[in-house]
């Protein structure tokens, strides 16, 4: 049986994040990917949105992290944003984030975008407690 997955692609965001002086200074465009995996039979069932992983809290938790604290690495982004997932929504088994710097200037390339993804489950975040 495959698992049932809540999905929020696209989220673009403004945040300050990056290694290099002018990335903190001028910030940029981060385009995250969430996939978070729970069983939402119950929340199908009832129809109820306390049973399920509300995507607008999603979302707002996900602007928050990316809108907040500078940090050097995509890496350090996404992982606080998968153990944040998995913290506030206690029904999610696994949080897959995928973050890309759009247009990132490397020298002498031509790149559409650098991007990280970031797989924690459940066990992974409560270890790290």
Same mark, same amino acid.
């Given at each position: 049986?495959?698992?049932? +997955?809540? &999905? %929020?692609?696209?989220?673009?965001? @403004?945040?300050?994040?990056? $290694?290099?002086?002018? !990335?903190?200074?001028? =910030?940029?465009?981060?385009?995250?990917?969430?996939?978070?995996?729970?069983?939402?039979?119950?929340?199908?069932? +009832?129809? &109820? %949105?306390?049973?399920?992983?509300? @995507?607008?809290?999603?979302? $707002?938790?996900?602007? !928050?992290?990316?809108? =907040?604290?500078?940090?050097?690495?995509?890496?350090?982004?996404?992982?606080?944003?998968?153990?944040?997932?998995?913290?506030?929504?206690?029904?999610?088994?696994?949080?897959?984030?995928?973050?890309?710097?759009?247009?990132?200037?490397?020298?002498?390339?031509?790149?559409?975008?650098?991007?990280?993804?970031?797989?924690?489950?459940?066990?992974?975040?409560?270890?790290?407690?």
């Amino acid at each position: 049986m495959s698992p049932d +997955t809540v &999905s %929020l692609a696209g989220i673009t965001l @403004y945040g300050y994040h990056g $290694a290099r002086p002018e !990335e903190r200074t001028l =910030g940029q465009r981060f385009v995250v990917d969430v996939d978070l995996e729970a069983d939402l039979r119950s929340a199908s069932a +009832t129809d &109820s %949105l306390h049973l399920t992983v509300n @995507y607008s809290e999603v979302y $707002a938790l996900v602007a !928050e992290i990316v809108e =907040g604290e500078p940090v050097n690495l995509l890496e350090t982004l996404g992982e606080r944003i998968a153990q944040a997932t998995l913290k506030r929504f206690p029904q999610v088994r696994r949080s897959r984030v995928r973050i890309a710097k759009p247009g990132v200037a490397i020298a002498g390339s031509v790149l559409r975008n650098a991007a990280v993804t970031i797989d924690r489950t459940r066990s992974d975040a409560e270890g790290a407690n």
